[in-house]
Nanobody, 120 residues
Framework: HVQLVESGGGSVQAGGSLRLSCAAS????????MAWFRQAPGKEREGVAA???????TYTYSVMGRFTISKDNVQNTLYLQMNDLKPEDTAIYYC???????????????WGQGTQVTVS
């Protein structure tokens, strides 16, 4: 069982930056596949960025060039650096993890509680 706890959300103006963190339980980050998802009001949850065990990233088209996913295996933490934020990035952001390489599919086994990001 993997527990995930997100932090770092908040309110920013368009063009600003935020960095989200996701702390994982146990010594797991180096052994699992992880991703960030987001869900805006009235919309389906969508995959934003994923990272495999070797650290190779995958991004959804709308965030390419603006968001960077990374992880620290020693700190057991996943990050999402978000730059040049736009109002359409407003959503609850969720961290997800699985022992299979699901990339941006929504069928991850483990989920955090979410953190709100609001861009005005």
């Amino acid at each position: 069982h993997v527990q995930l706890v997100e932090s770092g959300g908040g309110s920013v103006q368009a063009g600003g930056s935020l960095r989200l963190s996701c702390a994982a339980s146990g010594d797991t980050v180096g052994k699992i596949y992880m991703a960030w998802f987001r869900q805006a009001p009235g919309k389906e949850r969508e995959g934003v960025a994923a990272i495999d065990r070797a650290g190779s990233p995958t991004y959804t088209y709308s965030v390419m060039g603006r968001f960077t996913i990374s992880k620290d295996n020693v700190q057991n933490t996943l990050y999402l650096q978000m730059n040049d934020l736009k109002p359409e990035d407003t959503a609850i952001y969720y961290c997800a993890a699985d022992f299979y390489n699901l990339q941006l599919a929504r069928s991850y086994t483990y989920w955090g509680q979410g953190t709100q990001v609001t861009v005005s």
